[in-house]
């Protein structure tokens, strides 16, 4: 390609808005521009790139036996209706109605469309398993979009669903998946971590993320010393220690406490130490029930674990006056004698201290000594704690925090669709209709082109993979007033051409040689090609790989046979 | 592939609901299913299909100089608001909203957003012209949805949008487009004919459809014998005949008229000929004006051309009631005093007759000696009728009429958007500001299939050309309980996979052969290859083309010469 009728520019500033490396490089590089927030026109550039991610991901998958369909990408709402995702998806979703009044919901994922899809045929046990997947545009209304592609509100994903007759056999395709992504993404150049984590409004039992370890990344995760668990803060367990837990039991006590409302006017005033406190954390959930959160005052409250115990779709903190509504003080909060109306929801960590204190659920009162089973018994109970680094992994191994760019993820669905989608069954072996046991298997190609320029870029532009880039050879001419170059040049390219090579050739005549050589390292291709009067002389051109200084003088022979197909 | 493995079957019977018989075919052959009315899945054969022909489109495009890009699906509601076309597309878009209450369109097309791309960038002419296209999903929201793939609401559309720095330059591009879809459609096996057409809500002043004649289709046009024109039902112009033009005008009379309300019975009562009659039709237009068409008794309005005469976005019969309400009576509608109120459309056939005839607004009154300018003076006169077979065109060829399968059509757009959209201009040589010329170039890419269905068939399913056949070859073993032969076809399988054939095996066991044979004639692969006793004792292989009727022997290096890349 003619760099001369490119459509896109670099460009040589860039607004401070564009804090991500990522964001900026595409940017300026000509990639990718932004229509509104969070939605991303891909210029002739970046649609170069986006092909190659999305051959290497089909090659990847047929290659593991799945196969490509497509879905509309209106999902008709009556079967998001079956599968009740219509209320847990709540505030991502977009609904858009038809003339004739039908709804329809832009989906983030496409579950019920691949079951309504699957369930259409008499799927015997001697069809499965089969997995089929699809690359289609995704729609998530995100609060907040940043990032460029790396947080979005429209993007094209390669959504991949599996159907089984049992756990056994999808745990082979969860497998087969796994190696299907790391070999994905090592194609691209990145390094994943599977993190564990959270199945959230997917459904479902368990997942893994695929994790490229940067700090640009908005997934939290903790690996352990000892390479023994990478997990998602969401759902990270971690050992907690025994405190006073052999102490024996005083007697509970109100006393007047004329003190601020942090934790730390508790430990100011009693002079005990913060785990001896009780943190007491107020929310509404989505089907406005009031929740209380407690939990021992050296830990936090991990709210996606909250939100799993007591079974709810969202979550908010309590204003002060529903707090004082729900017969309780902000900053004076206990679970003893709290409201009925209030679901009480307790860490286990409670159970390692004795003798806790804490607010009265009046202002400036607070109870000493109070025992859980004697002094309150919650509604649930369980591990609803945030771990943080430094916390010990259960198997007593440090664990170390991490950001990381979510780029893929694999879910475990078991039974969580068929069983609430009619006629998502296959007939065994013995005639009987079946459920179908499901995965699910998702990657994101924008952000995964965000995590690829987050990782291999340096000050002055992306360094892109040659599987991934662009071009794998941006060649240039230092013509100067002598027309022998111009003419080797274009003879280079001609034959470059005849070999099918990927080549970008900077024919542009009103650029100098250092605006053109800045664009060749901003956009990235893995091999520069220089022809100049002195590379002439020498019967040679001037090669340099985008991700070395050297600069070697090779024969055109030479050139041609690097660049072969 | 092995069928074994497929996901999406063959039926052997299909609903009588599914008329066309390319909607029967890619149902029946397990291409695809429908979701709701006009929004499609595609299966793994149709998806192999589907690919091939993007992969087509995409060469011609990119040969001939175009870049692909690719625009976000929500269009910013905004963009359509500089164009006025949310009001002027109306009744077909669908509109969603945000969390945050941003409104979005899910476009037909995309000129505005193809336009706010552009303008990001600062274009000079030496950037110019420049071509870009996209395949992204489009969106209409039709009344009805028919005939499979042949009419739908959602879809997968190849838009290109070009951008000129005057016509002259346009007119370039506008030839070589038109060159790459005679191509595409070519290696598709499909026979197009260039119809000139109605813009439409696109804008712009002229454009062709690229039809595939064909009875399915709903694009109904008109050829001439002399072969000098193609052209659209909408716009087709034809000659109309002097009939007694220099008869002398008399006077005009009202006299009493016990009829009925049709042309016919005007006729019977007058016992004069139909086209001295004039045909009254009132209509409504999306403004709300009352529309009053007139035309020669012999002669029908075209109701797209009379858009375009009065500047109307869309058109509906005015009630007897509104009729009445103008100060007229259905069946007795007169241009001669109508009320000011009702905007008169005259044809200019109404100058090839004298002393007309017809209604006189008012019940069983009519008016004879009826002369245009005399007794009334339209609003606007032009050409508003309705060409029909048998007609003459304008060269006085005879006009055939035709139906078919629009898959593509290409626009010219002028100024349309750039001079109703802010910043759509370029730098000009002497730095001044200059709109752009543009042209819009669209396929169809479901369409397109269904087109090549229709048009490559018999009675045993679809016969697909070689560039776009799900698979090259469908190889069938005869195996009964011979080992040897399971052994004979896995070996040639393995062999046909490593030359990286595209070939679909029929391993399925528990399937006759018979049945075998009628899904490979159902999926219509070019080239059926069966295994049997027989062919093996022979060291041979059976060869059948799909549109042919004899059955060839040859060896297996035969074959493989035959499927090699």
Redesign the interface.
């Known amino acids: 390609m003619r760099q001369?009728?490119?459509?896109?520019?670099t460009s040589k500033t860039v607004s401070e808005n564009l804090k991500a490396v990522s964001h900026k490089y595409l940017h300026q590089g000509g990639f990718i521009?932004e229509?509104?927030a969070g939605?991303?026109?891909?210029?002739?550039l970046?649609?170069r790139v986006?092909?190659k991610v999305i051959r290497i991901i089909e090659e990847e998958m047929n290659k593991r036996?799945a196969?490509?369909?497509?879905?509309?990408?209106?999902h008709?709402k009556e079967l998001w209706k079956e599968t009740n995702r219509t209320e847990s998806v709540g505030?991502e979703l977009?609904?858009?109605?038809?003339?004739r009044g039908?709804e329809f919901v832009?989906g983030g994922t496409a579950e019920e469309?691949i079951i309504?899809?699957v369930r259409?045929?008499n799927i015997s046990y001697?069809?499965l398993p089969?997995n089929?997947y699809q690359f289609s545009?995704k729609?998530r209304?995100e609060?907040r979009a940043r990032g460029g592609l790396l947080r979005v509100?429209?993007f094209l994903m390669k959504d991949a669903y599996s159907f089984h007759a049992d756990e056994k056999d999808f745990k082979k395709e969860y497998q087969n998946m796994w190696k299907a992504y790391e070999a994905i993404f090592a194609k691209m150049g990145l390094e994943t971590v599977a993190v564990e984590s959270d199945n959230g409004y997917i459904g479902g039992e368990y997942c893994h993320e695929f994790v490229v370890e940067n700090t640009e990344g908005e997934s939290r995760f903790l690996v352990s010393d000892d390479g023994q668990c990478a997990v998602h803060e969401d759902i990270a367990v971690f050992k907690k220690e025994e405190k006073n837990a052999d102490e024996k039991e005083k007697e509970l006590q109100e006393i007047k406490a004329l003190r601020g409302k942090t934790m730390e006017d508790g430990v100011k005033f009693h002079q005990l130490p913060i785990w001896q406190q009780i943190k007491d954390v107020m929310f509404v959930d989505n089907k406005d029930r009031m929740i209380l959160a407690i939990i021992r005052g050296d830990l936090d409250v991990n709210e996606v674990k909250l939100m799993n115990l007591i079974g709810a779709g969202e979550l908010r903190h309590a204003t002060d006056e529903e707090i004082r509504k729900a017969g309780s003080e902000p900053g004076f909060i206990s679970p003893v004698g709290i409201s009925k109306n209030v679901l009480v929801a307790a860490d286990d960590s409670l159970r390692t201290i004795k003798n806790a204190y804490g607010g009265a659920n009046k202002k400036n009162a607070d109870l000493l000594n109070v025992n859980i089973d004697r002094d309150y018994k919650p509604n649930r109970e369980g591990d609803i704690a945030m771990a943080h680094e430094g916390y010990l992994s259960p198997a007593e191994s440090v664990l170390t925090g991490k950001n990381g760019i979510e780029v893929g993820n694999i879910f475990q669905l078991g039974y969580y669709y068929s069983e609430k989608m009619k006629d998502a069954v296959f007939t065994d072996k013995n005639s009987e209709k079946k459920p179908f046991y499901m995965g699910c298997y998702g990657i994101g190609i924008d952000r995964t082109i965000a995590a690829v320029a987050e990782m291999h870029h340096d000050e002055k532009g992306i360094v892109w993979p040659e599987q991934i880039a662009p071009f794998q050879v941006h060649l240039i001419g230092i013509i100067g007033k002598d027309k022998k170059i111009k003419k080797e040049v274009e003879m280079i390219y001609g034959q470059l051409q005849k070999q099918k090579a990927d080549v970008l050739y900077d024919d542009r005549e009103?650029i100098g040689v250092g605006a053109k050589f800045a664009d060749a390292d901003l956009i990235g291709c893995p091999y520069r090609v220089v022809i100049s009067s002195k590379t002439l002389e020498q019967k040679k051109v001037e090669l340099k790989k985008r991700n070395e200084k050297e600069v070697f003088l090779v024969s055109k022979e030479e050139l041609f046979d690097l660049v072969k197909k």
């Open positions: 001369s009728k490119l459509f896109g520019k521009r229509s509104v939605r991303y026109y891909f210029l002739p970046g649609m986006r092909d036996g196969q490509k369909i497509i879905t509309p990408i209106l008709p505030f977009m609904i858009v109605k038809d003339r039908s832009l469309m309504d899809l259409k045929f001697k069809d089969f089929i545009q729609f209304d609060l509100r429209e009103d």
